[in-house]
Nanobody, 124 residues
């Protein structure tokens, strides 16, 4: 069982930057693809970014490409989502997820493990 804990959410202003963290305990993300998704009330969960560090394959949604960066720490057990030039439409609950796959996908159904989510609110 892979347990994921997100942190780093908060209230920021449009144009600000924020970094979310996703930490797993007792293991590293070496054998997983890690993704970030977000969801607002009444809408389906939306793909944001995903990466596998073994294959170096990275995928971003068009809405965040160039503004968000997925990365990880040297120990391999924390994945970050760096967010810059935040917009009001980036407001959502952000979830990290892990998939037992070397190919990161945009499909939430491919991810087996999920964190509890962290709220990001961007005021305009």
């Amino acid at each position: 069982q892979v347990q994921l804990v997100e942190s780093g959410g908060g209230l920021v202003q449009a144009g600000d930057s924020l970094r979310l963290s996703c930490t797993t305990s007792g293991r590293t993300f070496d054998n997983y693809s890690v993704g970030w998704f977000r969801q607002t009330p009444g809408k389906e969960r939306e793909f944001v970014a995903a990466k596998n560090w073994s294959t170096k394959r990275t995928v971003y949604s068009d809405s965040v490409k160039g503004r968000f960066t997925i990365s990880r720490d040297s120990a391999g057990n924390t994945v970050y989502l760096g967010m810059t030039s935040l917009k009001s439409e980036d407001t959502a609950v952000y979830y990290c997820a892990a998939a037992s796959s070397f190919i990161p996908t945009m499909n939430s159904d491919d991810f087996n493990y999920w964190g509890q989510g962290t709220q990001v609110t961007v005021s305009s």
